[in-house]
């Protein structure tokens, strides 16, 4: 069935759970002539919770059974007080607006002592995990058996379509190749879209303004990525941009009212929708009956690729015709994806989702990395001094300097580590159900035992990189803090090396993200770039737009929320609730 079609599976799946129950029900009166009377709807409604009732115990049973059978048990379940968990999908959609990000899941896991559960939403299976080995077997080592799935594809069928991150095989391999080749070091491109940031912030300095970072950063890094990816510098720099204290909040961040500003809101509405689909589970389709939450969004974003998507398959046939660039290693991304396909809408998939993949993963590794300069002084000195000793005040880095600046290193990675951009991710089993390895060890006591575990066939699994990288058994009892010196004192390093899997920011296995090197190389540059001009940063919280500061209930709960200053929130990729609004100031000597 075609994942846009998400209303056919509603209609199939009801039928299912109410018809079928409902006209047994009816049948079986009908034969012994008996008449309910009044009590028709109830008698029915009953009737249907103790079929799924029914259901869901021989489910569970057959799955116990087949388990023991391939030497392991089942995932433990959640076990709701109302039927079929519906407290806990409840739970789960409320801890959207007051939680700290993802603490939903921690405390379900802390709660059931394991870091694989079995969420049991509206008697279907539904499995999360914080266990490294799990997110190790799904990533890498039991990759053939996973797949994104069904239901991911019918979440993001609109917005990504056929592109890398909504299939499995055929249309990835697009994108791949070029990827492959060694095109990361394009360090003037850098140096451009590296200028003309740090001009702006310049000017916003001179005259005492704070800048939402966030937003800045994600023109910086669309910019440099469309101009990588198409030739085309998008110059999204040069829209307007958001005014301190005047600035509405956004979907994630700031909105601006311009071309670009209706651009932006879209893409990030149709992420949030996505990411609310999830939280809803298989039965998000019944908020969307009458009107696809994500149709107007899509529409805007595609009248914004589309003239992109032309153009290119215009240039292509021109330069056909002129024989101009055989050379594949000389072609961009995009002219690459036009020698691939004459598909106009296959080329806009894939093209939104590199936009998706550059902005707003980059975007959000810088953001939080100037969250922690702000916060922490004394990394800012230690940092700039390691720029300046590279580097001197002026020049520009080499790819030889960003190699050699182990602390600039060490700081990116503990950014990636505690605030990593793809916090979570879904995959989902093929038609036959396979086993994971024994738990890692998180948990000595509780129901996790050290077994295999049963992940039933056609079952997704949601995956928590943040959580992992957080996990005091593997990171020690300051998990939670910012420390870039356990990425150079070697026996941090040590315990790392041992077990590289505690820190996938980037994924892991086959579909290990394929923009690492650019990532690391763009933020690098940048990074040097701004601390050779300036020497410190500071929150300017006063222009957070109202409901974008941490809840002051988070200062009476444990790990990092009791001390955040800002609200770290998911959709699709992590970002700062209202933007993150920050004083750059110039260093004077
Ligand atoms: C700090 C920056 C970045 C982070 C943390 C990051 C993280 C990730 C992660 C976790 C995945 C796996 C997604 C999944 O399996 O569902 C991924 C995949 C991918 N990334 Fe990145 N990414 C970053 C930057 C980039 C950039 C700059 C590009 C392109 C210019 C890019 C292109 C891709 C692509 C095309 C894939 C899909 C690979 C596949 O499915 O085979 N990424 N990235």
Known sequence: MNPANYRVRLVLDLFRIFVIPASVLSCFLSLLRYRLGLLFIPAHLGFILIWATIEGAYVESKQDRQARALGAKTIPRVVGKWPGNTDILLRMVGAFKNSYVLDVYLELFEEYQCTTLNLRILWRDNIISMDQEHAKYVTSTGFSQFWRGISQKERMELFLGEGIFNRDDEHRNMTRPFFARERFSDFELFERHCAQTLSILSSLEASGTACD???????????????????????????????????????KGSATEDHWGSFARAFEMAQLNITHRGRLGAVWPLFELFKDKNEEHCKVIQAWVDPLVHSALEAKKTMNGAGV????????????????????????????????????????????????????????????????????????????????????????????????PVPLNIRETRTAPCVLPPSDRTFSKGFCDRQPLYMPAKTTILYLPLLIQRNPAHWGDDADEFKPDRWINPESVARYVANPTIFTPFSAGPRICIGQNYAYNEMSYFLVRLLQQFDRFTLASEFQPEGSLPPLEWKHRKGRQAYEQIWPSAALTLYVKGGLWVRFHKARS
């Open 213 to 251: 970072a966030q937003d800045l950063y994600g023109r910086f890094s669309l910019d440099a990525a469309s101009e990588f990816l198409m030739g085309k510098n998008l110059d999204t720099m040069s829209a307007s941009l958001p005014i301190p204290g005047k600035t509405v909040m956004g979907p």
């Open 325 to 420: 660039i055989n050379n594949i290693t000389d072609k961009n991304f995009m002219q690459h994806l036009t020698d691939s396909t004459d598909d106009p809408i296959l080329i806009r998939d894939q093209l939104t989702s590199m936009l998706l993949a550059s902005r707003d993963t980059t975007a959000c590794v810088l953001t939080f990395l100037t969250y922690f300069l702000a916060i922490h002084p004394d990394v800012t000195r230690k940092l700039r001094d390691e720029v300046l000793e590279h580097c001197g005040p002026t020049s520009p880095p080499t790819f030889d300097h960003v190699r050699r600046m182990k602390y600039m290193r060490a700081v990116i990675n503990e950014t990636l580590r505690l605030f990593p």
